[in-house]
């Protein structure tokens, strides 16, 4: 249980609000991401590992989903992202589920139901590089409990077909993302690397598969979070919103 002296209420712009925890917060990668990923008003979303309930919130916010499903494998990220549904009155919308990605054959959630699956993984392998004391931090970097393989087939079992599953990874961790997606069925079709400047090495890749796509990968501009002088860029000014403005406001 995540006590009221552990979370931190951030402001989202709009008058919404998330609540996350040293353990459970987000960075500029999910709004990245949520932004790539942008659903239609039609469709269903999923976003697996949902954490706090970032991405699917901020979908909301900006009314670009009909429904959102969180699946969320942390009972103490489930717990934040409750209290966010509750906060923000999404709970006709908005669902968390409190279980593992890895047991969704057999379980009460639809297969092949939606539209989009979204994941913002962990980047790293298990036992490679740091690992944080926190353990609720080091579930969330290493892939311990949640590999690329594990997203992909979990991604297969609820995507209709032609549905998308789009993701973000580390650029060096491209090639295991696109084996794990052919493996599944799931071809990838567009890909975004994000750089600070157009000199600098790619920090993070945005990609998009399809269930049942055809071989094409299409290779968009690449995201500058800065501009020539050293300020976010108005792409990424824009991606942000109204979350800078209610930060302001909140101060």
């Not at 913002?120 to 970097?141: I, K, L, Q, T, W």
């Not at 393989?149 to 696109?178: K, Q």
């Not at 290779?219 to 942000?240: F, H, N, R, T």
Request: glycine residues 10%.
């Amino acid at each position: 249980m995540v006590t009221d002296g552990q979370v931190r209420i951030e402001p989202l712009g709009s008058g919404r609000r998330i609540l996350v925890s040293r353990s459970h917060g987000f960075g500029t990668d999910a709004f990245l991401l949520a932004s790539f990923a942008s659903p239609s008003p039609r469709e269903n979303a999923v976003d697996l590992g949902t954490g706090c309930g970032i991405i699917p919130t901020l979908w909301l916010g900006a009314k670009t989903v009909r429904t959102a499903l969180g699946i969320e494998i942390s009972a103490e990220a489930c717990e934040l992202a409750q209290r966010t549904i509750d906060t923000n009155g999404d709970g006709v919308r908005f669902e968390v589920l409190n279980m593992d990605m890895r047991q969704l054959e057999g379980s009460d959630v639809e297969r092949e139901h939606f539209d989009l699956v979204c994941c913002n993984p962990p980047y790293f392998v298990e036992n490679s590089g740091y690992v944080s004391p926190d353990p609720e931090r080091a579930r969330a970097r290493a892939d311990a409990d949640c590999t690329l393989e594990d997203v992909c087939a979990a991604a297969r079992y609820l995507l209709r077909w032609g549905g998308r599953l789009c993701m973000c990874c580390r650029p060096e961790r491209l090639c295991d993302l696109f084996c794990a997606m052919r493996a599944s069925g799931i071809e990838p079709k567009k890909l975004r690397l994000c750089q600070q400047r157009p000199e600098k090495a790619p920090w993070l890749a945005l990609v998009e598969g399809r269930r049942g796509g055809k071989p094409t990968l299409d290779i968009l501009p690449p995201l500058l979070m800065l501009d020539e002088k050293g300020e976010s860029s108005a792409e990424v000014e824009a991606i942000y919103g109204c979350y800078r403005e209610g930060r302001r406001s909140d101060k």
